[in-house]
């Protein structure tokens, strides 16, 4: 079965840092360039980051760049997120997802992760 | 950065209806690079369409999307009871933007 599966996610205080995982199954993954997308409750989504399939070029928004960090492991299956200097709007359910097609749009996504930051 | 705007907020409707959501780019999106996703309660989103008007795998074709330049819509040509859900559109020509969302809900 094709997969993703995001884990890493919990409380966490104003400044604290957490990474996220996210594990593929079911296809080649390291065919795949991939990203986090971000939803606050009740909010909309945001896309946070990408990395091409080979993980050498990353991109972020302006607002995330300098505390976010994207990586992959493709002998892992697996995709990171370093998150660090984390603020209360940071609070979101996080998604990772493949990036298919050019340019990129957003083809199979995981069932997220909620990261909570408060104190 | 391209802002995009969803009209309605909300679409109240009923199982058969035909529902018509907008989509506006502060900005030409390059060669129609916008894509909808369908996202119901507690779940993960869904690309329906990509390009504007290519289907994704699996969807079926009461979903179809039209537009081009700033204006862009989908359309669910007859509601089925499970597509009561929100949609979002996203441009994926310059980074990627997603519009506010519009919710698709019983009348």
């Known amino acids: 079965e094709v997969q993703l599966l995001e884990s890493g996610g919990g409380l966490v205080q104003p400044g604290g840092s957490l990474r996220l995982s996210c594990v593929a199954s079911g296809f080649t993954f390291s065919n795949y360039a991939m990203s986090w997308v971000r939803q606050a409750p009740g909010r909309g989504l945001e896309w946070v980051s990408a990395v091409i399939s080979g993980g050498d070029n990353t991109y972020y928004p302006d607002s995330m760049k300098g505390r976010f960090t994207i990586s992959r492991d493709n002998s892992k299956n697996t995709l990171y997120l370093q998150m660090n200097s984390l603020r209360a709007e940071d609070t979101a359910v996080y998604y990772c997802?493949?990036?298919?097609?050019?340019?990129?749009?957003?083809?199979?996504w995981g069932r997220g992760t909620l990261v909570t930051v408060s104190s | 950065e391209i802002v995009l705007t969803q009209s309605p907020g909300t679409l109240s409707l009923s199982p058969g209806e035909r529902a018509t959501l907008s989509c506006r780019a502060s900005q030409s999106v390059s060669s129609s690079y916008l894509a909808w996703y369908q996202q119901k309660r507690g779940q993960a989103p869904r690309l329906l369409i990509f390009?504007?008007?290519s289907r994704a795998t699996g969807i079926p074709d009461r979903f179809s999307g039209s537009g081009s330049g700033t204006d862009f819509t989908l359309t669910i040509s007859r509601l089925e009871p499970e597509d009561f859900a929100v949609y979002y559109c996203q441009q994926h020509g310059r980074t990627w933007t997603f519009g506010q969302g519009t919710k698709v809900e019983f009348k």
């Open positions: 390009g504007a008007s």
């Open positions: 997802a493949t990036c298919r097609g050019s340019p990129w749009y957003f083809d199979l």
